[in-house]
């Protein structure tokens, strides 16, 4: 079985500033995916970003990059110049397969 | 144009009643899913269909019958409903697994309110 675990239930950044969110993961899984997704308060869950367990290389896209430590088992989201439209729930995710687990989610403020 | 749809987006109801969400998608992909979205906004996998067969059934009571008639819809059945069935039920799906390609999109979302 696959667990995900996100430490940080709230967090808060001003405009333009960095923020991490921290996720753990724990898998026996050789071959697996890492997700982060975003769900602002439409609902709606948006993919922000995905890295291949295989890759050593972490994933950016735009704004959004993460720090993916395999052998620490930790795929960190860092978001650079945030933005108010960063406010959201944000989900770490594993997924080998047939089905995606979730962390609990950590909320993220945006303030001006 | 909607990728993963939903309807409705919106459904309240009373205990005991029958209800149904129904979910297309029009991305091609082999696999689709449901997840459910508690109060604290914990989601869970329901099940998992491949090429309209039943591939995850995470201990789902059964009430909940998902129905897939073709590859791009997957439906969802609730029977005698109860208060604990309250939460936001999402569709989603993904290219078939066996081509490694992981990466789920989701629906906008069924909210379900059980009075």
């Known amino acids: 079985a696959q667990t995900v675990t996100q430490s940080q239930p709230e967090m808060s950044v001003q405009e333009a500033e960095t923020v991490t969110l921290s996720c753990t993961y724990d898998?026996?899984?050789?071959?697996?995916?890492l997700f982060w997704y975003k769900q602002p308060p439409s609902r709606q869950m948006i993919l922000v970003i995905r890295?291949?367990?295989?890759?050593?290389q972490n994933a950016t896209e735009n704004r959004f990059s993460v720090n993916f430590q395999k052998a620490a088992k930790s795929f960190s989201l860092k978001i650079s110049d945030s933005q108010l439209g960063d406010t959201a729930m944000y989900f770490c995710a594993s997924g080998s397969g047939y089905a995606l687990n979730f962390g609990k989610g950590t909320s993220l403020l945006v303030t001006p | 144009d909607t990728a993963v749809s939903q309807t409705p987006k919106y459904l309240v109801t009373q205990m005991g009643n029958d209800k149904s969400i129904k979910c297309e998608q029009n991305?091609?992909?082999?696999?689709m899913y449901w997840y459910k979205q508690d109060s604290k906004k914990f989601l869970k996998i329901m099940f998992s269909?491949?090429?309209?067969?039943?591939?995850i059934n995470e201990t789902v009571p059964n009430r909940f019958s998902p129905k897939s008639p073709d590859k791009a819809h997957l439906n969802l059945h609730i029977n005698s409903l109860e208060l604990g069935d309250s939460a936001v039920y999402f569709c989603a799906s993904s290219q078939d697994y066996l081509a490694g390609e992981e990466t789920q999109y989701f629906g906008p979302g069924t909210r379900l309110l059980v009075l």
């Open positions: 269909y491949n090429n309209k067969e039943l591939i």
């Open positions: 991305l091609g992909h082999d696999t």
């Open positions: 890295q291949e367990a295989y890759k050593q």
């Open positions: 898998t026996s899984e050789s071959n697996y995916y």
